[in-house]
């Protein structure tokens, strides 16, 4: 039997389908299965073939590794008594591993698997997170958690480190921006974005706040390659897009509450993976955009 409907009865099934359709493309899936990390997952990054990383697999001080079609391994055991943090990928390849119990910056060649200390300063309280530029120099957060302070470093490509800034907050998610011209830093418990204008020698200056919030935590940050910024917000289970002139795009909920970083990665780079604390394993979704650190990946730093 032939079925008829009315133009607004098709409009009305239109709608809904659109709606079906939307919360399904923010709906967040799991990459891995819960508590296949630790409770100290974090440093999400993808390399070009697609396989994902992220710190504290299975047990502290590991990296772990899924690949595109979902398969988890171990991929390296850090150096005793080093446990990693923020993970970036460099020129040629290279992994970079923040160690925040060995005042160290890592480097992992992806071939050998093996793990030398590409920086280290006794002055640090414990690198954090990374960000890097286009010229390949790291820029590494540097919390004190028991005074609620921190500082900011940035490391050459000769592994010389800079300090940037000291006295500041709890310095934690760091990231240069889409056109380079800029560098964000938050401070986690004082829930505030600051910006810096960034030169061609990697200096900063011109430090203003950039955005802040009246709750919860923030834990690591990406941008895509619109400029929009992505913040984990750690303890709201929540990642919130800021577009490059701090106003809120978006807030995408997940299903872990303690998120402490993300990449981008997928074929396109428009897939987003989260690090859940809470949950030990990572979450995923989609967007429109790609990630500003997989088109540098894909491109080829200099």
């Not at 997170?129 to 004190?144: F, K, M, T, V, W």
């Not at 900011?152 to 010389?160: E, H, Y």
């Not at 986690?188 to 974005?193: D, E």
């Not at 061609?200 to 706040?209: M, Q, V």
């Amino acid at each position: 039997m032939t079925k008829y409907y009315s133009k607004g009865l098709l409009l009305l099934l239109f709608l809904v389908s659109l709606l079906v359709t939307t919360c399904w493309q923010e709906g967040t899936t799991d990459v891995t299965e819960p508590g296949i990390f630790t409770s100290g997952v974090e440093g999400p990054a993808v390399d070009q073939e697609g396989n994902l990383y992220a710190v504290n697999y299975e047990k502290q001080g590991t990296i772990g590794k899924i690949s595109p079609d979902g398969f988890s391994e171990l991929f390296v055991e850090l150096p005793e008594g080093s446990i990693g943090n923020g993970i970036r990928f460099g020129s040629r390849g290279s992994m970079f591993v923040a160690d925040y119990t060995g005042h160290n910056i890592l480097k992992v060649d992806m071939d050998t698997r093996k793990v030398l200390v590409y920086a280290n300063e006794p002055e640090m309280n414990q690198p954090n997170d990374l960000a890097i530029d286009g010229e390949g120099r790291l820029y590494a957060s540097d919390p004190n958690w028991n005074d609620s302070t921190g500082m900011l470093w940035r490391i050459d490509q000769n592994g010389s480190m800079f300090l940037l800034e000291k006295n500041m907050g709890t310095t934690n998610g760091v990231e240069v921006s889409a056109d380079e011209e800029h560098l964000y830093v938050n401070e986690s418990i004082q829930r505030k974005i600051w910006i810096y204008d960034l030169d061609d020698s990697g200096n900063i200056s011109n430090k203003r706040l950039f955005f802040q919030f009246e709750d919860y935590g923030l834990d690591g940050m990406r941008c895509d390659m619109e400029g929009n910024l992505y913040v984990a917000r750690f303890g709201k289970g929540t990642i919130v897009i800021l577009s490059p002139e701090g106003e809120v795009l978006k807030e995408i909920e997940l299903q872990g509450k303690n998120v402490t970083n993300i990449a981008f990665g997928g074929p396109d780079g428009k897939t987003c993976f989260m690090t859940i604390a809470d949950r030990g394993c990572i979450e995923t979704f989609r967007v429109n955009v790609p990630g500003r650190a997989y088109d540098m990946m894909m491109a080829g730093i200099k």
